[in-house]
């Protein structure tokens, strides 16, 4: 019965390892999804960088096309002030342009912060374009690796199941079946040792007929509250000391 306890035993050890390897495994499509969706941020702040570059140099060269009629419309009130016999109208064409000097002026004014705005934008955008190509660079790369991690990964999780198989091959499949049953509901604890006068896993006291049992190891007892497989301490210890020294 130690035999089939160790068997058991050492299922679970390659079991622990194989929920290991699979959570590595399943962790590598989700670094490769945080990655992508952070460069597809930077492509997000990179258009919007250009877009508001292509807006800002519209609105300066719309202001500046503005100042230009203005300034035909000035040139024509000017001379009609200096040519009108009618010193009433003169004075509403020189007040009038007056008035368009004004617009101009501010106008002038915003059109020049458009393009100053517009001139950062461009710094900001090759900045963004480059932090977008390495992020790239950095995805394109990861991607490489984890594929091939994947692979690796792969292989070994399918090793490691065949050798869980031979062990298991071994204890038959009625206790097989338990185990299995088992390992699902407690992965890595199906198999627990008595502490002291009690289950392992769930900690609930043992009556005396059952520690006498589990400690003579002539047949598989189970927990009466968790139903885990229960073996000596001693014997965990011995297989965990041997598999330590066999790694
Ligand atoms: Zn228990």
Do not use: W
Not at 7 to 34: G, N, W, Y
Not at 229 to 234: F, N
């Amino acid at each position: 019965m130690q035999e089939v306890l160790t068997h058991l035993l050492h299922a679970q050890a390659i079991d622990q390892r194989l929920s290991v390897l699979q959570r590595r495994l399943e962790s590598l499509p989700v670094e490769t999804a945080e990655r992508q969706a952070s460069l597809s941020a930077l492509e997000v702040e990179l258009e919007q960088a250009i877009h508001e570059r292509k807006t800002c140099l519209a609105r300066a060269n719309e202001l500046e096309n503005q100042v230009l009629t203005r300034e035909v419309r000035i040139d024509r009130l000017e001379k009609q002030a200096v040519e009108s016999r009618d010193p009433a109208a003169a004075q509403v064409a020189r007040h009038e342009s007056g008035e368009l000097r004004k617009a101009n002026s501010t106008d002038q004014e915003e059109a020049l912060e458009a393009l100053e705005r517009a001139e950062a934008l461009e710094k900001d955008r090759q900045k963004e374009e480059e932090a977008v190509n390495a992020a790239r660079e950095n995805l394109e790369g990861f991607q490489a690796q984890a594929d091939q991690d994947a692979k690796d990964l792969q292989a070994e999780v399918d090793s490691l199941r065949l050798q869980i198989d031979k062990e298991l091959d071994a204890v038959g499949s009625q206790r097989r079946g338990v185990f299995e049953t088992l390992a699902k509901r407690y992965p890595g604890k199906a198999v627990v040792s008595l502490k002291g006068d009690s289950c392992g896993g769930c900690g609930t006291r043992l009556v005396m007929n059952d520690q006498v049992r589990v400690k003579a190891m002539k047949s598989i007892i189970r927990c009466p509250s968790c139903t885990r497989v229960l073996i000596p301490a001693e014997v965990l210890s011995a297989v965990a000391d041997a598999a330590e020294e066999a790694s």
